[in-house]
């Protein structure tokens, strides 16, 4: 495997940035890719997505797989079409929810079998339906290997077995996935946070061959600290010519620091999820706009961040929106915070590229300890 070409055009300390190109549009690195689970990044319609310049959208195999169906999905032209997106996407394997939803799964050395959280049905994934599925059916441009962690704290005996089942897992999906021009597939190390595993992982993964690597498996319980040594002893097991994804992950404060620390890609749910719930991120950390001090505050969230939603409208405004319940507040909340999100990768990568990361890390910290909430 060769993968998209992937050009790095500066480096700080460990930190890099550049652009991947795929053939739906280049995708500018750092990045971080609005999560899109069931074909829509939730309260956004796609032109809003794009405006807040973001390159690439998440979907995931799991929930398309139980609605539509991969089937069905096929047959609507794919999830480029049928959600109106034209730029990358990248899909999740299904795996996290191997995790999420242990109490409704069946697991075994072929794959996985899910008893619908929707309406009870029973779904089978393997790692050759998996890439059937993501590859054929829903069209991604990144494809990910089907894999297994444990939510951590875990024994150490667990995370050794979901880590060498994900192995056998990812060379299956290799097989499976083929020679393809127009798509990549990315494996996925694990390993909870046990550098000896980590290492195994990444070097089976390594001496296999694919297009990119993803870091699995953190975010589930083991903390800030712990997922940022986690990165210390597994970044350096990768590849430097391709892309690193931490999958998960997450706050701000998290995506600066593993930046720093050589990684390429990252999702969330949160900046979405935020927004329904009435948060929006700052530098200064997140506000939560029901508080009653913004019932006449006439500031914007972020007037240096051009989004109509960061930019136009007070939250004083946000605060009564939210208060009355309207929809309103959920829209605009979460299209900020994914401006937000944008915007910080932005100046990531600026920062990289000027040779003034550290700095910047070290700005930003300092303004995030001060968040008033």
Known sequence: MSGFPFDIHARDGAARTGVLHTPRGDIRTPAFMPVGTAGTVKALTVDQVKST??????????????????????????????????GPILTDSGGY?????????????????????VDGSTHRLTPESC???QADQIGAD??????????LPAPRERVQEAMELSLRWAKRCKAAFGAREKQNLFAIVQGGTDPELR????????????????IGGLAVGEGHVEMLATLDFTTPFLPQDRPRYLMGVGKPIDIV?????GIDMFDCVLPTRSGRHGQAWTDQGPLNIKNARFAEDLTPLDASIDCPASRDYSKAYLHHLFKTGELLCQVLLS?????????????LRAAIAEGRLDQFRAEFAAQQHRSED
């Open 142 to 151: 990144i494809v990910m290997q089907l894999d297994e962690c444990p939510a």
């Open 335 to 347: 299209w900020h915070n994914i401006a937000y999100y944008q915007a910080l990768m932005a100046r």
């Open 97 to 117: 929810q191997v995790m999420s939803l242990a109490q409704l799964r069946k697991l075994d050395e072929d794959g996985v079998t899910f008893q619908s959280h």
């Open 199 to 214: 290492r195994r992982s990444a070097e089976t993964l390594v001496a296999e061959g694919f297009d990119g690597y993803a």
């Open 257 to 261: 620091e593993s930046v720093a620390r």
């Open 131 to 133: 890439m059937t599925i």
């Open 53 to 86: 310049g973001a390159d690439i959208i998440l979907g995931n195999t799991y929930h398309l797989m139980l609605r539509p169906g991969g089937e069905r999905m096929a047959r609507l032209g794919g999830l480029h079409e049928f959600m109106r997106w034209d």
